[in-house]
Nanobody
Framework: VQLQASGGGLGQTGGSLSLSCAASGRIASLNGMGWYRQAPGKKREVVARITSGGTFFYRDSVKGRFTISGDALKMMIYLQMNSLKPEDTAVYFC???????????YGQGTQVTVSS
């Protein structure tokens, strides 16, 4: 499984940024894919994901601001981040959870920095 994330960068409070992730390898569908983030000195946390059942999950702090979506034909997922806050600053990781073999896969991180 290979996950290639892109996007992010520097944004302003109240602004928008977007992330993309291209998946390849042994992934049957977008179910189980999502986004995590890790801020300096903090644990990695889930941001948004497409559950194994195909529903969308968001952590409370991003609900109403972030939107996860996907394109199954391209095997890509996206994260649209609106109304950015400085506390959204982190390295964002694309993730795939293999529900069959119980393995977490992460792509390389992409930095998101929100200036106040």
């Amino acid at each position: 499984v290979q996950l290639q994330a892109s996007g992010g960068g520097l944004g302003q409070t109240g602004g928008s940024l977007s992330l993309s992730c291209a998946a390849s390898g042994r992934i049957a569908s977008l179910n189980g894919m999502g986004w995590y983030r890790q801020a300096p000195g903090k644990k990695r946390e889930v941001v948004a994901r497409i559950t194994s059942g195909g529903t969308f999950f968001y952590r409370d702090s991003v609900k109403g601001r972030f939107t996860i979506s996907g394109d199954a034909l391209k095997m890509m997922i996206y994260l649209q981040m609106n109304s950015l806050k400085p506390e959204d600053t982190a390295v964002y990781f694309c993730n795939y959870y293999d529900n069959k073999d119980h393995i977490d896969y992460y792509g390389q991180g992409t930095q998101v920095t929100v200036s106040s």
